[in-house]
Antibody, heavy 119, light 108 residues
Framework: QVQLVQSGSELKKPGASVKVSCKAS????????MNWVRQAPGQGLEWMGW????????TYAQGFTGRFVFSLDTSVSTTYLQISSLKAEDTAVYYC????????????WGQGTLVTVSS | EIVLTQSPGTLSLSPGEGATLSCRAS???????LAWYRQRPGQPPRLLIF???IRAAGIPDRFSGSESGTDFTLTISRLEPEDFAVYYC?????????FGQGTNLEIK
């Protein structure tokens, strides 16, 4: 079955970097774009952007440029989210979510990765 | 950017009752590109409806979606205990692909 499995929770200090992985299985990885969505504690969903898994080209939503980088390794069907210069306000659950062909509604979602930024 | 406003913020109902959740877009959503998701505590969101009215695989027919102009509605008939959760709408007609702020469907 189609599945996205993300890496485990992270605890980081302010100013550090973190890299979250999202491994896909059950389908042809390069046929579907991958999106990233952030959910701060007790808050709603915020779309961060997406990466074209065929070309590796990322697109970032406003507010997620500069410190946020999407990348991929097609040999292991994995997408990555790297966040640098971490701030307390980056504390959130980060989800990867597969697009559907040429349209960006999301199914399935990864289980989420909690990134906590605290000194 | 298309802003989606969901109402009500919280809906208190009993099992067996019907629920009506609303999502209003600040401008036209291209091609009816609107989805609904359910998120239970501690879990990722789950796709329920896409293209405004098409149920996702495995979603029971108690769930239905409709649209009228820039107003979108998710209707859940005969609420079951597992339906009590937070519901989000999302438009994917134009980037950025925005979400509504959510409706918390709670047990009365």
């Amino acid at each position: 079955q189609v599945q996205l499995v993300q890496s485990g929770s992270e605890l980081k200090k302010p100013g550090a970097s973190v890299k979250v992985s999202c491994k896909a299985s059950g389908y042809t990885f390069t046929n579907y774009a991958m999106n990233w969505v952030r959910q701060a504690p007790g808050q709603g969903l915020e779309w961060m952007g997406w990466i074209n898994t065929n070309t590796g080209t990322p697109t970032y939503a406003q507010g997620f440029t500069g410190r946020f980088v999407f990348s991929l390794d097609t040999s292991v069907s994995t997408t990555y989210l790297q966040i640098s210069s971490l701030k307390a306000e980056d504390t959130a659950v980060y989800y990867c979510a597969r697009a559907q062909g040429s349209v960006n509604f999301f199914d399935p979602w990864g289980q989420g990765t909690l990134v906590t930024v605290s000194s | 950017e298309i802003v989606l406003t969901q109402s009500p913020g919280t809906l208190s109902l009993s099992p067996g009752e019907g629920a009506t959740l609303s999502c209003r877009a600040s401008q036209s959503v291209s091609s009816s590109y609107l989805a609904w998701y359910r998120q239970r505590p501690g879990q990722p969101p789950r796709l329920l409806i896409f293209h405004a009215s098409i149920r996702a695989a495995g979603i029971p027919d108690r769930f239905s979606g409709s649209e009228s102009g820039t107003d979108f509605t998710l209707t859940i008939s005969r609420l079951e205990p597992e339906d009590f959760a937070v519901y989000y709408c999302q438009q994917y007609g134009s980037s950025p692909y925005t979400f509504g702020q959510g409706t918390n469907l709670e047990i009365k």
